[in-house]
Every structure is written in structure tokens, then in C-alpha cells.
């Protein structure tokens, strides 16, 4: 792949939010590839990491999304101040002990990531 490729590479999938920076990469444009597989990796660990309770289907894929962006454990955390095994992402948007793990600009940065991908997913 050449580096004008790549770097177009990188930028559709950066644009869509998929993809990670590890520590033994100083740029991702350099190999967008292996930035897009650390990222489907880490939704992967993400996803086994959910609790048995979580919901399926698009709503997992919402909890997923908001844990990519905002942090497992802030997640993790987020669904236990529900105080319920039954919960949904939007549960979770509405309750304010819930979205009070995170600050009020990591909230509507959770809350627009979530919102746009799942927007462009087919």
C-alpha cells in the first residue's frame, strides 16, 4: 500500500472512530492496518468484558461503542450505579448518577460518538 493509501486509509477509518494508537507505534498513519486490527482487538476484549446481564444486538453494540470511547471501567462503573441487571444504553444517557462517572465533556463526547456510529452502520 502506498503512503498516500494509507494515509487515506487511516483517515476514513479515523473518521469513523475505529481505530487505536499503541504505544510501540509513533504514528498510525504509518500502518493504518495494524491500527485498525489493535482496534478490533480491544472491541473484542471490550465486548467479552461486558457483564453476562448486557443487552444483544444493537444495544450491545451502543455499550461497546460508549466503553471504545469513554472507558471500560467508566462503563463498568456507569451500569452499576443503575442498581439494575437490566439496562440499555439509553438507560444509562438518562440516569444521572449513571453519566456523572464521566465529566460533562467526556459525557456528550460518549454520547456523540455513540450516536454517530451507530448512525452510519448499515
Not at 494515509?7 to 498513519?29: F, H, M, N, P, Q
Not at 473484542?44 to 461486558?50: C, M, P, R, T
Not at 450491545?60 to 471501567?73: C, D, E, Q, S, T
Request: charged share 25%; no cysteine; net charge neutral.
Amino acid at each position: 500500500m502506498n503512503t498516500d493509501a494509507k494515509t487515506e486509509a487511516l483517515k476514513r477509518a479515523t473518521k469513523l472512530g475505529i481505530t487505536v494508537v499503541d504505544s510501540d507505534s509513533d504514528d498510525a498513519r504509518e500502518d493504518p492496518a495494524r491500527a485498525i486490527k489493535l482496534a478490533a482487538l480491544y472491541v473484542d476484549q471490550i465486548s467479552h468484558g461486558l457483564p453476562s446481564t448486557a443487552p444483544t444486538g444493537v444495544e450491545r453494540k451502543k455499550l461497546i461503542l460508549a466503553a471504545y470511547n469513554g472507558g471500560p471501567g467508566a462503563l463498568k462503573r456507569a451500569i452499576a450505579a443503575l442498581g439494575t441487571s437490566s439496562y440499555t444504553w439509553d438507560d444509562i444517557v438518562a440516569s444521572e448518577a449513571a453519566m456523572s462517572v464521566w465529566s460533562e465533556k467526556k459525557q456528550k463526547e460518549v454520547k456523540d460518538y455513540v450516536a454517530r456510529i451507530i448512525a452510519t452502520a448499515p
